[in-house]
């Protein structure tokens, strides 16, 4: 279960749609949404033959949207040849109108980055967006420290963790600035960053400084909760997750069993009203505390819940279900339940066959 980062595409402010990373399911909506950009790239097309220079911007802005739906959607090669497309138009446009157009050059490259895990694609995004808040601090900063985290979980992917802290930092005091004059604004950014800075922390075994960083994140989050709990208490949970981790780590465990049991509290709450999208969490946190606790009962229900979430969804789910059995296995084998636990870890290793057959680097 990722806890961490919030999603950067088309390098604007962080989408509360993927808020936690967890992404919008809701196939029919997508679809609808792809429906819609295709019609409209067909008569932008049309109208751009005839008068180019008014359409072909909303020609390579309705690519870009599609490109994004096909990212979300994981039809890579899709959304690559629209990137390209739009990048290729952004370009010649701002030949003519650089300051129009730089902008949209700056957010295809980034989103060509993300999708390609390219960082001379992101490292460009990130020299236009300078130049341009040199002139436009006001509007342009804001992308700069967005760049910046993108490389920085780039970096953090490819295990180049000082680069990747040198670039969260470098985002967070852009945010702080900001959050200065807009805190309602750019707390959650803040917040945001001191996150990744405190999964790099607990990574490095920096745990001293990790929980600083994660205290800090949590203390913002619960003041932004009080005020609109609907967007924010999916935040407050995983920041409590994220500091049970750690301190279960530190062997902490009174204040690792506390955070996780607030965190699956929550979690439960919200799941009440919306079982897709949170459903996930609750057993993520089972898992936890049922480790923590050696509580059979909790990773029980957390791989009932993998299970029928396996059902739906087997590609993101059936890694997750194998980690639960594989802790049922662990905790049935220190109760010296040998049956129990072998048919757990058979079940555990014979999925974990198959998705090495589809994804063996994985």
């Known amino acids: 279960m990722d806890w961490t980062r919030k999603d950067g595409k088309n390098a604007e402010p962080a989408d509360k749609r993927n808020n936690l ?5 809701d196939q029919n909506r997508m679809e609808d949404a792809r429906k819609e950009y295709e019609e409209s790239l067909k008569t932008y097309r049309e109208l751009a033959r005839k008068d180019p220079e ?48 730089l902008p949209s050059v700056a957010a295809t490259l980034n989103n060509l980055g993300i999708l390609d895990r390219d960082k001379t694609r992101m490292k460009e995004a990130l020299k236009t967006y300078r130049e341009l808040a040199q002139k436009d601090p006001a509007t342009y900063l804001l992308y ?40 309602e604004t750019y707390l959650p950014y803040v917040a945001t960053m001191l996150n990744n800075l405190g999964i790099l922390d607990s990574a490095q075994n920096r745990m001293k400084e990790g929980r600083k960083k994660y205290e800090e994140a949590l203390k913002i989050y619960r003041e932004l909760a009080q005020k ?27 204040e690792a069993r506390n955070e996780h049991e607030e965190a699956l509290k ?34 029980e229900e957390a791989l009932k819940t993998y299970r029928e979430l396996a059902q739906k969804d087997p590609q993101t789910f059936r890694p997750e279900l194998s980690l639960t059995l594989n802790n049922l296995g662990i905790l049935d084998s220190a109760q010296n339940r040998m049956k129990e636990a072998r048919n757990e870890y058979e079940e555990a290793l014979k999925t974990y066959r198959e998705l090495a057959q589809k994804n063996p680097e994985t």
């Open 54 to 101: 008014t359409y072909l911007p909303y020609v390579a802005a309705t690519l870009n949207d599609l490109g994004i739906l096909n990212s979300d959607q994981n039809r890579m090669e899709e959304a690559r040849k629209e990137y390209e497309e739009s990048l290729k138009i952004y370009r010649k446009l701002a030949q003519k109108d650089p300051e129009a157009y």
């Open 21 to 25: 990373g967890i992404p919008d399911r």
């Open 144 to 183: 700069v420290a967005i760049t910046r985290n993108n490389l920085g979980n780039l970096d953090s992917a490819q295990n180049l963790m000082e680069e990747a802290r040198k670039e969260y930092e470098e985002a967070l005091k852009i945010y702080r600035v900001l959050a200065q004059k807009n805190p």
């Open 266 to 299: 929550t979690f439960r709450e919200l799941a009440q009203k919306n079982p897709e999208t949170y459903l996930p969490y609750v057993a993520a946190t089972l898992n936890n505390v049922g480790m923590l606790d050696r509580d059979q009962n909790r990773i």
């Open 228 to 254: 609109d709990p609907e967007t924010y208490l999916p935040d407050v949970a995983t920041m409590l997750n994220n500091l049970g981790i750690l301190d279960s780590a530190r062997n902490r465990m009174k």
